[in-house]
């Protein structure tokens, strides 16, 4: 069973940094694309990065040049290093994957940032 569990939230000040993990079980990710998507109070569940099988990454707008999405396959890691943050980045951020027509997301966790 796909299990994926992030870790590395708390609170920081505004332009501080964080960096996210994420932890995937139950079988080999290496050939599956990887991403971290974020909700924020009162608001959608939101896209912020996604990494594919072969290290390729994509950003949101909102997060570009500010935020890298990194992958090791070995360990089955997917991170989210977290600069220069906003008060705007509070929210719980959550991974997931797609195999097939399925969808697998983990708890999340929360990442709150002081003005």
């Known amino acids: 069973q796909v299990q994926l569990v992030e870790s590395g939230g708390g609170l920081v000040q505004a332009g501080g940094s964080l960096k996210l993990s994420c932890a995937a079980s139950?079988?080999?990710?290496?050939?599956?694309?990887m991403d971290w998507f974020r909700q924020a109070p009162g608001k959608e569940r939101e896209f912020v990065a996604t990494?594919?099988?072969?290290?390729?990454?994509s950003y949101a707008d909102a997060v570009k040049g500010r935020f890298t999405i990194s992958r090791d396959n070995a360990k089955n890691m997917v991170y989210l290093q977290m600069n220069s943050l906003k008060p705007e980045d509070t929210a719980i951020y959550s991974c997931?994957?797609?195999?097939?027509?399925?969808?697998?997301w983990g708890q999340g966790t929360q990442v709150t940032v002081s003005s």
């Open positions: 139950g079988r080999t990710f290496s050939t599956l694309d």
């Open positions: 990494i594919s099988s072969r290290h390729r990454t």
């Open positions: 997931h994957l797609q195999l097939g027509f399925a969808h697998y």
